[in-house]
């Protein structure tokens, strides 16, 4: 990600720091047992990617004892600490990891990416999780028994999800955030009982395929029963048939007409869904017992879809584990119907078939299909779907899936089944935050995964290798074509980095562009190695602008004059600013030379004695300047505290402030002091820091 690089000012230093030997015991376990070495680190580390992710585990005991562990759990793929999840928590046990031999005594100077808390919207969606819809949370909204994992126009996600997540979720607190995954189809399946309709290749199938759309083009087409018939080993022949789409899986599709159905082989998810009236042109393959329309190089296949038409599916053939066994060792395309353990081992669905040998396999399914498998993973289940064939080991049933159910509501007594319309379906999200009573959808646009095919990525998430500023501004000009001057929009997505993590970033609409609003800067802070572990040592170098009336040397120099003019000038009974040691315009004084205005301090002896003669017209111009730098150093310890507020005393830690600034004598020169903190609110001069740098 682009960083937009800043120098932490002392004013902005955090008021929470590592301190006291009960943090270190804890979490540190071991580093008073040290023996005393000599590696003494003194160097500056920039973390990486890779850093980032050995802070997530190092730091995980922290973290739960602090109630952070799903801010911890995003750092491996924001790569960015926060206000609640702070570098100087965190980066100690890095530390201890990298530098095991380290001395005490060492300093690193890390070096780290930090995001704001400018939208907390987007923090937040980086701390959630992402909840994927079961078949069961499927269940409660296709309340009449058909089994689909998917929502449509009429069953919608947004009425559904809101009380799926009640449930899901009973122990949620106000402010949760949730990416709810799920599958969600175009269009609305036609749904009706069928009869017995046979289902062999080839055979007579019997089955429903009214209501075509497509109309009468008076082309003519061959019957599925003459492809077959025509099919070789080779795929010599071409065939041109029109049918109904029965199933889908994800890279082929069933056709059928009144003469027998076949398998369509298109190697990618198929442009047509169950239900649709469509021609298929192209070879036919008889590929080791499964007949198939196929690409056979150079004639490829092509399919149209040319209307929609109801249909009921065959009567499916039971196999037991001897009928099981019979498949794989002479296969056929077949509606076929078993029972058996689901296992999910990766992106693989197998099912052991009671006494048999030969193992059901669901072969490239669907979103919705594997959605409800994996909810299924562990259970005895009953799978029906298109037997396509096995592998060269004649060891498992390829299925192509059109329902699967836990046996236990499996309902085959009678042999008939409820036709499932297998429609075309995409996984997409959306994020949900609860608002102390119910669960309500956040404005995060979410692409799904086919917004991802669109952009040439299969996977649905973003990477390393793809990343998100690269493909959002388009992806967000196609869905947001109206958008104003000004507009912002939250998108949340799926970043892989090892795993998938839920990640978001927020547009804004620039000048007709959508341009990413960068909450990430780069910030550095230093760590000391002490007796006891690593600390954050927050002491800090501030150079002061010799610049007229630079806010940072105002911020220094002011206040020096201020404090003169309470505790010197008035005391002494001055009435005016310019009858004392302050000036007439009171943003200088020749008490310690300090000028708010120039931004230096003036040690020109001869304009001390104008402006206050009497304390300094019996000195010598030696004595005059030596007066105003010892006052220099006590002034600027008196008023260091209110200055800088937040650095604090760390118990075995010398925390330290080093001021470079500009002195005029006649000619300008680079000076530096130094002071260390010695308890909350006092500072103490370190003796001869104060010079002249060559």
Not at 180 to 191: G, K
Not at 212 to 229: K, L, Q
Request: some cysteine; glycine content about 8%.
């Amino acid at each position: 990600m682009k960083l937009n690089k800043t120098f932490l000012s002392v004013a902005l230093l955090s008021s929470s720091l590592l301190a006291g030997c009960d943090y270190n015991d804890k979490y540190f376990d071991g580093l008073d047992d040290m023996t005393t070495i000599t590696d003494v680190k003194n160097l500056d580390y920039t973390l990486t990617a890779d850093d980032y992710t050995s802070i997530t585990s190092l730091g995980k005991s922290y973290a739960a004892d602090n109630d952070q562990a799903d801010a911890l759990a995003a750092l491996k793929t924001t790569m960015a600490f926060t206000s609640e999840l702070k570098a100087e928590n965190y980066v100690p046990f890095y530390l201890a990891d990298k530098f095991p031999t380290a001395d005490k005594g060492s300093v690193v100077r890390v070096t780290y990416n930090a995001m704001d808390d400018t939208n907390p919207v987007v923090l937040a969606i980086n701390q959630s999780s992402e909840y994927k819809l079961t078949a069961d949370d499927y269940a409660t909204v296709w309340t009449d028994g058909s089994g689909y994992t998917f929502f449509t126009p009429s069953k919608s996600a947004k009425d559904a999800i809101p009380s799926i997540l009640a449930t899901a979720k009973p122990d949620a607190v106000e402010g949760d955030y949730v990416m709810v995954s799920y599958s969600v189809a175009d269009e609305d399946p036609a749904v009706e009982t069928g009869g017995d309709t046979g289902g062999d290749t080839g055979g007579d199938t019997g089955g429903d395929t009214g209501g075509d759309t497509g109309g009468d083009t008076g082309v003519t087409y061959d019957s599925v029963s003459t492809a077959i018939a025509g099919a070789d080993a080779n795929g010599t022949n071409s065939f041109s048939c029109k049918g109904t789409v029965l199933a889908v899986n994800a890279n082929s599709f069933i056709l059928q007409d009144a003469t027998g159905y076949i398998l369509v082989y298109t190697g990618a998810v198929p442009t047509v869904g169950a239900g649709d009236v469509a021609t298929v042109a192209g070879p036919v393959k008889d590929y080791f017992g499964i007949i198939e329309f196929t690409t056979v190089d150079p004639v490829q296949v092509v399919v149209e879809k040319v209307g929609t038409a109801t249909f009921s599916l065959p009567t499916p053939e039971v196999l037991d584990g001897a009928a099981s066994d019979a498949y794989v060792a002479a296969v056929s395309t077949k509606f076929v119907q078993y029972t058996g353990v689901l296992s999910k081992s990766g992106d693989f669905y197998n099912i052991a078939i009671d006494g048999a040998t030969a193992i059901g396999s669901i072969r490239k399914p669907t979103d919705a299909i594997a959605t409800a498998a994996t909810a299924l993973d562990g259970k005895t289940v009953t799978l029906t779907g298109f037997a396509i064939g096995t592998n060269s080991g004649s060891q498992y049933i390829y299925t192509l899936v059109t329902s699967i159910v836990e046996a236990s509501s499996a309902s085959v007594a009678n042999n008939r089944v409820l036709t499932r319309a297998t429609v075309a379906t995409d996984t997409a999200h959306a994020i949900y935050m609860y608002n102390g009573s119910e669960w309500v959808a956040v404005d995060a646009v979410c692409p799904s995964k086919a917004d991802f095919e669109e952009m040439g990525n299969s996977y649905g998430n973003f990477s390393s290798s793809m990343l998100p500023q690269d493909y959002l501004p388009a992806y967000l000009r196609m869905h947001l074509p109206y958008a104003q001057e000004g507009d912002s929009q939250v998108c949340a997505y799926l970043y892989y980095g090892g795993d998938n993590a839920i990640l978001s970033t927020e547009y804004v609409y620039t000048n007709g562009v959508w341009v990413l609003e960068n909450y990430t800067t780069e910030e550095t802070k230093q760590f000391q190695l002490i007796e006891g572990g690593w600390v954050y040592n927050p002491s800090v170098t501030v150079t002061l602008p010799y610049v007229k009336n630079d806010p940072l040397s105002v911020s220094y120099f002011q206040p020096m004059v201020d404090w003169v003019w309470e505790n010197v000038d008035v005391p002494a009974g001055v009435a005016e600013k310019g009858e004392g040691f302050v000036s007439k315009y009171g943003n200088n004084d020749y008490y310690t030379g300090a000028s708010a205005y120039y931004g230096n301090v003036d040690w020109r002896a001869a304009k001390a004695k104008e402006q206050n003669p009497s304390a300094y017209g019996s000195m010598s111009d030696e004595e005059a300047v030596g007066s105003m730098q010892e006052n220099f150093k006590t002034v600027l310890a008196s008023v260091l505290p209110s200055i800088n507020p937040n650095l604090k005393y760390i118990d075995g830690v010398e925390v330290s402030i080093t001021i470079n600034f500009t002195v005029y004598t006649g000619a300008t020169e680079d000076w530096t002091i130094k002071y260390i903190i010695q308890s909350d609110g006092s500072y103490k001069y370190v003796e001869d820091s104060m010079h002249a740098v060559e």
